[in-house]
């Protein structure tokens, strides 16, 4: 089985400590409880994967912080990148411009 780092129940995406393929059960543990979820599409190692299903315009959340919103939805196993996540520090076009 595959796994993931998450650091915090706050956290919805957790980092692949090995190349994961579509398909394969990924486990990680959080407060000392076990999950598993299924990689829906490829994940390299050192990239985020969802671990809860995130609605696009939702907060991607890692390590308790906001690292971006989700540009569309994106399922609990999927990986999370630059094809699926928007910044939002910075930005002339959100008000106040930062998370």
């Known amino acids: 089985m595959k796994a993931l780092i998450v650091m915090s129940s706050k956290d919805n995406v957790g980092n692949a400590i090995e190349d994961i393929a579509g398909g394969d059960e990924v486990s990680y543990t959080v ?14 190692f050192g990239f985020k994967a969802a671990v809860h299903d995130i609605p696009a315009g939702g907060d991607i959340i890692k390590y308790k912080e906001v690292i971006g919103r989700a540009a569309v939805d994106i399922k609990a196993g999927e990986c999370v990148h630059i094809h699926n996540v928007e910044g939002k520090r910075g930005r002339g076009d959100i008000p106040g411009g930062q998370a």
Not at 31 to 44: F, K, L, N, R, S
């Open 31 to 44: 407060d000392g409880e076990q999950h598993v979820i299924t990689a829906q599409d490829e994940v390299p």
